[in-house]
């Protein structure tokens, strides 16, 4: 649905020539991750009626300078859940620096409930076959992703391939790569087990599909 870095002041700089005073960090991970909370619950009544009436943009200042204060290098979003209606992401990108941080944050989390999820780095979806991203007009569906993958030393090296690379810009072949790997594999997992990750435009030869993938990639850590 909605979600960024947390950096209010950028965002807010766009819609008013003010500057905005950037949210107080807390060096501290478990004293960030307490207030965040505190003020979480303070302001999920409003969260909840804004999805609740389909319009997230309404508190998305207010969620980056939740975010921010954490640390303003933290990346969120504010999704469909899997198994609650909604999921909170807060994600370093597998930052070591912001490790402390995020791993402070789940851990003073509420226990998920019918409502709310909360994961500390992109989870994989159930199938990412069935997944289909729009990138403006174009609808790219992640079924006919094709990947190249060489197991070395505890790694594996991927090029991904799909039939409309071609006629995507570079910036959108790499997003479209890193998208459909994140979403096999789940972020932490791709960050720990993926070598080197290169980019298709022609199909190339002995693919496999990110299911094959997903079970080659988790038989390593087994």
């Known amino acids: ?51 609740g009436e389909r319009e997230p943009h309404r508190l998305e200042n207010e969620l980056c300078d939740l975010v921010a204060g954490i640390h303003p290098d933290l990346h969120f979003s504010l999704d469909r859940g899997q198994q609650a209606i909604y999921s909170l992401v807060i994600s370093g990108q597998e930052d070591p620096r912001l490790r402390p941080y995020t791993d402070a944050w789940k851990a003073a989390a509420p226990a998920d409930d019918m409502i709310w999820e909360f994961h500390d780095s992109v989870p994989p979806v159930p199938d990412p076959t069935e997944v289909t991203v729009n990138l403006g007009a174009r609808r790219v569906p992640l079924a006919d992703v094709r990947v190249v993958a060489q197991v070395g030393e505890g790694l594996v090296d991927v090029a991904v391939y799909h039939p409309e690379f071609a006629a995507l ?33 022609a199909e190339p030869a002995s693919t496999i599909g990110l299911l094959e993938l997903r079970d080659l990639v988790r038989s390593l850590v087994d």
């Open 169 to 201: 810009s570079e910036e959108q072949r790499r997003t479209m790569t890193f998208l459909s790997l994140d979403v096999t594999l789940g972020e932490r997992l791709a960050g720990e087990r993926l070598g080197r990750v290169e980019t298709a435009v």
């Open 1 to 51: 649905m909605i979600g960024g870095k947390g950096d209010a002041t950028s965002r807010r700089g766009l819609a008013s020539p003010e500057p905005t005073p950037a949210p107080r960090h807390l060096p501290n991970p478990e004293e960030a991750a307490a207030e965040f909370w505190r003020r979480w619950f303070e302001l999920l009544p409003e969260v909840n009626a804004a999805l």
